[in-house]
């Protein structure tokens, strides 16, 4: 059985009763390094907080391991009991779709044990969940690369007056072995590529004036909530990653008054 | 302090470490009664599965009391710790924001801890979050009350080839104080509603052989997750609530192979 675990947003305290009992009987317990392992303590201390909690090692696969591995990993879950360990939601932010679908080509059974994800912990600004659009990923722009394809499907999300999510996530590297360190997208970063590409669309989809809200490690202790203009924003230092943004359409009374507790201090 | 609690789609122990620690250590514990409570066994046995891993009593607040005494909940919450625990995510499909805003507008301090929520869950089915659009609720039709006011969203969503999430849940009474006993919509009435307004309107939005996935008990051991087109969904027995159903647009290679899986077997 392979067993694929929602870990939550916050740290080791956010697993659940159901994905910690399926951990403890695991033989092997692997957890996705894609996203930010940070506030899990991973980086720094080893993965001794999970360790400890779990009383066993657990190993961490990088992507090459996922994307090249996973076949020894699902023979393991052939056999025994295997816990793969996810950041957030198993089908959240990423997808491990993929890993789902090898498993049952080969006949291995799959169990996900569900937690929240940036995709729905972002409700918490009061802005109703049922009213999002798609989402957009605002990708690192460098000298020779400043693409602008989510330019079009935020000016759509306006139109049609609901509200955009931006989770700003590490610059994916494609067709190459060599990962960069991971960078992690900040709101500041975000809002300037943002009102590059207004500029250079010119089609009013936003402007520095749009209200917004932009949110850091949602979920965490430490999480940080503001809302306010896309230039008011640029001022706030929201610190660690990660970043996230909620573009703002026409809101409800409530939802007006709720983001009016997370107005930029001035 | 007031703890807003997210128990998750399945049973006790979809509750995170986090929220159990909250939970034992309020003097108060309040359970909203608005969404399905029956996979949490509150309503067969009282709510001894609840009460016997919190080791204390849970008062289940109905819709009146968390709307009108709202007040003396909050002011136990200034002078000790009070939890109010919500099914799902505190703000997936039922938001809470109301009640953040009452709390915050009395100087009561405010914890949220997280938890799955249909609204990320639903990525199990294999079809990337990312691109779904806004969610459509689908009210009962009565005899004079036959509203298609989510057809022009479903259109403009198909028009965008986004998928949408339809959560069926119980119709909602406004504005008297009795209240019908709850009913719960179910994938078959959901469609049969769906094809009613398409008949009537008359866009093609969709069609008896547009592809959807249904949804039932999304979370919960005995889940049930099957893709067909809706005259084929028509057909399964999806059993008890909650029931749910997006309705696909175009898919990615992976998405199509995933969807494969969970197709109703003929």
Known sequence: MLYIIGLGLGDEKDITLRGLEAVKKCENVYIEAYTSLLSFGISSDGLSNLEKLYGKPV????????????DSMLSQARDSDVAFLVVGDPFGATTHTDLVVRAKEIGVEVKVVHN?????????????LYRYGETISIPFFTETWRPDSFYEKIKRNRDLDIKVKEPSLESLCRGKKIYEPPRFMSIGTAIEQLLEVEQKCGQSAYSEDTLCVGFARLGSEDQIIVSGTMKKLQTVDFGDPLHCLAIVGETHPVEAEMLQFYAVNE
Chains 1, 2 share one sequence.
């Open 59 to 70: 190993i961490v696969a990088d992507r090459e391991m996922v994307e090249e591995k996973a």
């Open 116 to 128: 929240a994800s940036v995709m729905n912990a972002i409700g918490v600004c009061g802005l109703q």
